[in-house]
């Protein structure tokens, strides 16, 4: 079992509609979880960061993190054709000196 | 504010070659780690590097190696270019490497390698 788990996608939403992407993890020492957009032929950029179960939002985008249930997730509202892109999630896992674990990605698709 | 910035942006070698990849971290920044990310791929960690000491490793062979300089500046080096090494090499800065907020990695431009 992978550390860090997403769909691969594609997702296809249209454009003004809601946007969900998924993640699992399996360690429970994880305690920092991050998703980063990353466009093609581009590093990863930061969106999101969340370290406390429940919600967390910034203008269109909210993180969810389920600790309990070892589920990450995060809604992109009103998508914009400019959000298509691969979005990353990422553990930190303290036991491992804080690295970075990331899930293959979700490819989304914003259609106008 | 500066980011982080990578040196060079794309690279071109042939097997067996050696390689010196290059970062500078965002001011204030003591850590800076390396991903290797190949296509259709998550970013994979190589090192980590807080404080000028190695503070984790990932799954890579000897041939990888790393260090981290008093600016906090640091270097990738990969010795035997291989194929498979052909990637997407990611720099990230953190204040720090734990603790809510601290640890947030921000990624550089990256240095696209080719190995021929």
């Known amino acids: 079992q992978k550390e860090v788990e997403q769909n691969s996608g594609p997702l296809s939403v249209p454009e003004g509609a809601i946007a969900s992407l998924n993640c699992t993890y399996s360690d429970r020492g994880s305690q920092s979880f991050f998703w980063y957009r990353q466009y093609s032929g581009k590093s990863p950029e930061l969106i999101m960061s969340?370290?406390?179960?429940g919600d967390k939002e910034d203008g269109r985008f909210t993180a969810q993190l389920n600790k309990a249930s070892q589920y990450v997730s995060l809604l992109i509202r009103d998508s914009q054709p400019s959000d298509s892109a691969t979005y990353l999630c990422?553990?930190?896992?303290?036991?491992?000196?804080?690295?970075?674990?990331f899930g293959q990605g979700t490819e989304l698709s914003v259609k106008p | 504010d500066a980011g982080v910035t990578q040196s060079p942006t794309h690279l071109i070698k042939t097997r067996g070659q050696q390689v010196t990849l290059r970062c500078s971290p965002i001011s204030g920044h003591k850590s800076v780690s390396w991903y290797q990310q190949v296509l259709g791929q998550g970013p994979q960690f190589i090192f980590q590097?807080?404080?000028?000491?190695?503070?984790g490793r990932g799954n890579f062979p000897d041939r990888f190696s790393a260090r981290q300089f008093p600016n906090y500046s640091s270097e990738l080096n990969v010795n035997a270019l291989l194929l498979g090494d052909s990637a997407l090499y990611l720099c990230?800065?953190?204040?720090?490497?734990?603790?809510?907020?601290?640890?947030?990695?921000?990624f550089g431009p990256g240095t696209r390698l080719t190995v021929l």
């Open positions: 590097y807080y404080e000028k000491e190695e503070r």
């Open positions: 969340i370290y406390s179960n």
């Open positions: 990422a553990a930190s896992f303290y036991n491992q000196g804080g690295k970075l674990i």
């Open positions: 990230a800065s953190s204040a720090r490497i734990t603790g809510p907020s601290t640890d947030t990695q921000y």
